[in-house]
């Protein structure tokens, strides 16, 4: 069965310092990736998603990047973080266009 | 443009009831459509899909009906219980597939004891 990882968790980090969230699935070949953000009390938004190895479409402008150095792994990182890039950061993994989207249980991410 | 919203930010029910948790969709040439639950803490769970060429769709306790005349779907929860208080959203998918999911808002379903 396929099962998707995140890590950490938690973090906690200062303004101004780099980031790196790291996804990882298992049991699957090729999966469509996707990063979102979810601020407390609100809905998805789709950061970026990739449906190969290099390949990176993103969603919306901001301080974040996504790469894919491998097939089952997605990173999503950024050079200084910001006060609002606070919030819960989902990965998920689509095996086709015509399928669900599954979710790993989330990093919340706090900028202090 | 796209989207995907709920009738109710939230819904109280007793436990025992069955629960109806509403959405409503703008893009009329969507074909796909999912329904996750999503407790506090984690990620959004799967719980059932439903393809716009059937109007309804019957998982474990859980019933998705969709009305493509007036762009609704539905989310029936059969003897909701304690366990089934969580966010709930749809999600839908435009016509031929895509590799993006639009999502609700979501709906805030607490189980009374």
């Known amino acids: 069965s396929q099962t998707i990882h995140q890590w950490p968790a938690t973090l906690v980090q200062p303004v101004g310092s780099p980031l790196s969230l790291e996804c990882t699935v298992e049991g699957t070949s090729n999966p469509n990736l996707y990063w979102y953000r979810q601020a407390a009390g609100r809905g998805l938004q789709l950061l970026f998603y990739?449906?190969?190895?290099?390949?990176i479409s993103s969603e919306v402008p901001q301080n974040l990047s996504a790469s894919r150095p491998q097939d089952r792994q997605f990173i999503l990182s950024s050079k200084k973080l910001l006060l609002s890039d606070s919030g819960f950061y989902l990965c998920?993994?689509?095996?086709?266009?015509?399928?669900?989207?599954?979710f790993g249980d989330g990093t919340r991410l706090s900028i202090l | 443009g796209e989207s995907v919203g709920l009738h109710l930010p939230t819904l109280s029910v007793q436990e025992g009831d069955n629960s109806i948790i509403n959405c409503a969709y703008s893009?009329?040439?969507?074909?796909?459509f999912i329904w996750y639950k999503q407790e506090s803490g984690k990620g959004p769970q799967f719980i059932i899909d439903?393809?716009?060429?059937?109007d309804k769709r019957q998982g474990q306790r859980v019933t998705v009906l969709l009305n493509k005349t007036v762009k609704h779907l539905s989310l029936q929860i059969a003897a909701t219980q304690p366990g089934d208080s969580a966010v709930y959203f749809c999600?839908?998918?435009?016509?031929?597939?895509?590799?993006?999911?639009?999502f609700g808002k979501g709906t805030k379903l607490t189980v009374n004891p």
């Open positions: 439903i393809r716009s060429n059937m």
């Open positions: 893009n009329s040439a969507s074909d796909y």
């Open positions: 999600a839908e998918s435009p016509q031929g597939g895509s590799e993006k999911l639009v």
């Open positions: 990739s449906v190969g190895i290099g390949q």
């Open positions: 998920a993994w689509r095996e086709d266009r015509y399928g669900p989207q599954h």
